[in-house]
């Protein structure tokens, strides 16, 4: 018997050539079993066009709900996305299914394969209308001035925003712009208005983000980023280190960091920690232990970097349980 | 005879159980007195529902207006909060009073009592139809696409931003996001997209404010901060020191400060002082005064703070006049 | 026979004076030739209304179009701006053209006399239902809450958001807030969501913009701006000199300069460069070979700016053939 890697019943937006724009998956499955699994295996494998009474009559088959009930009220065609396996993205309501997988918290960041998502995702204008494709732009705007009307471009982009397709509970987003769908956000997250989240990336929550947790970055429970704190992504240089912080960590306003930390770790305000930043690793008596380069430090606990400001020289305070513990973790480098 | 600490009528959203979701207070009053005081009284304590002709003959027996002409055309009922004194906050409707309060200038950030603002704000999805309840989210997000329309969503969070609600005269805000009710925002004053102020917090006018005013701040009039520059609020990690921000500072851009600062000071770009920074005060003539933590030079005047850039000391720059005001200030420590 | 430096057919927004508040140009030419010269000619100088008729005329007597399909089913006045040389701003239509000039790639910034658009520029309301004047807002704000609609402002600012007027082909932007109508984005340029483009500022494309471009500043080609890295802009602290950078320069997160920088060129994540930055200037083997004011460097090629994490120092890492091109660049200083 097939298996069920994922499936989602989705409302999808389609384009000019009837090509899918992006697609709203209310309640998307993660590995379902039993009869939601059998349910899903009612539906051709890959993406499909379904009839809403098709929907109807599966969810009918389910204990519980296949969909939520505001979606079987829908009188047009929706899209059923069934993914055998976590294959490598093939077209934009996978990719889309994917995504909301991870903003539902149904998996974690670097967990799934993402392969081709880039290539899959339309680039659009997401608008007060909804989505756009960029060609059909100009004539949208001129036609909307033009009857009195206005037209608000929020962006162009290949990723939509979060909270327009999944507002997981227990979280608040100042400002919305700033959190892409595919990030996971755990319960009691709180992300300020200088926070931002990509796709793949997230907070496991509670966490206090002001700063930016880049692709691929997981900060773990009880840590908090600071305004504009900076965690690299390995999009934009931050080389093949995926970058997660542990709990209970504290990367201080306008810091940042390019390594992976444990818990109990705090990076003070205005302090960049790169790969290659060379560190004065000193005991709790303050005596200097060795220099180092931060990569060698890198998922450490109880680590406090600071900068000395009377001699400009960048300090890990740790203590010997900590030193120990990293001295174990790099034998393995 | 009662007194009225606080006056507002305004238009209020209410959730499925009948709650007031947000309120709206186009003219509030703080301290009324002569006939806008005997106006309020009409009013019973703390928050009531009132019927539009109630508020047109109490408007009718102001000289002037109790409320603008706008609002006695609203065929609904209307909410009326009247609050004797500066008492915690107990409801909804008063905590949007207060914000109001704040944004229309008629009082500074740290001058009145916001005791349970947070536990009578509720947590809304801010959505291009208004506020609504997070878990009403799904479904009206489903309904939107069935009818072929669009449902933006800009934040999910207690507090709103601030120019849906009050737009200050000689004010002008690039990104609306960014600026919360709540905010005091002096004439003159711009706030640029990178800009950001949070509520009971403020600038007094003229300022430019590229950087974040975070909660409890408040800079004097001709301060700017530069872009992403970083003050330390009291609700994330800045301790018990409340900032404040003289006349004439300048917070340069990716700076950020943890103390309080006095007038004509300037931190250089890209230089984070926190109250632990050891600094060294040199005087007039580069010679060193002493070596101090910046929060021994909290409030202080005329200090330029920068590092050196050949020896990595953090330096604060002033002059014998504002070293003397400085010894003053902390006598009294 | 006159001269024709820019022309525009444009759909405005008038306010309650009948002044014209913004303006949409969908096709602006810049110092057109041949027919669509005489075209543009067929108009009186300066600004003027004319009837639809009008510019069908003069769009059928053009080899190609004149203004776009959509706008000629426009049935309602159009403004026609028609400036005969690059003067300074005169009024808010041509205000509006010069900006859509540069963000349609017509011309660099830089290079047009915009002298006078602030004072050409209103301030106003940047809403749901597009401009409203700052005056008019409160009423508009009550008014739609009493028929239980919503009006989102997105801004109040004298300058636009781009998007809402123009879309350059090739470009991704993360949140359009962040990039004002003038800004000029080059082919392949993305701005991520931290990134910021100011009027008469730009990216030459191909560019990964995750930092700020500041009033009157230009990156080349394959220059890449960390998150929130910061380029001083000369309305704000950076004086009189423009910076430029040339291409595949990268200026890390949370880094800044307040230097132009020529090609090849990098600035560490965290470091700020200021014009009055003492540097310590090395070779290829290390050695010290002069210490510098960062503004001896500036538009030098191949320079690596760190700080030394042991002492604080910040030092330019380059090569005897990039010294040589500055010393020569600056024997012209």
Redesign the interface.
Known sequence: MSDVFAFGVG?AHTGSTGAILDC?F?QPLLRPEGDHKDAALRFSPGTTTVQPGEIAVANDAVDGQLV?A??L????PLTVVNLSADDAIADTASAYLKLHLLSHRLTLPNTMNLDGIFAHLP?L?W????PIE?DA???A???A??RG???????????P?M???V?P?G????????I?LGAYLGDGTTVM??G?VNFNAGALGPN?V?G?I?QGVVIAGGT?L???A?T?GTL??GGEITITLGENC?V?????T?IPLGDRCTI?????I?AG????VVDETGDEVR?AKARELAGGSDMLFI????????ICRTNRRAIALNDTLHAHN
Chains 1, 2, 3 share one sequence.
């Open positions: 409302l709203l209310p939520p505001a979606l009220e829908v009188d047009q680039n204008a608008t007060s209308a909804g960029v732009l100009n004539d705007v001129i036609a001035r033009a009307s206005h037209l608000e471009i929020m962006s162009v982009d290949k990723f925003k909270v327009n397709y507002v509970p979280v608040r987003i100042a400002d919305a712009s700033r892409r208005h200088e931002f206090m002001e930016r880049s908090d600071g305004g504009s900076s690299m934009s240089g504290l201080g306003a306008n810091a940042g390019g003070e305000a205005g302090l960049y790169t930043t060379v560190v004065s220099k900068r000395n400001s009377q001699t400009g020289q960048v």
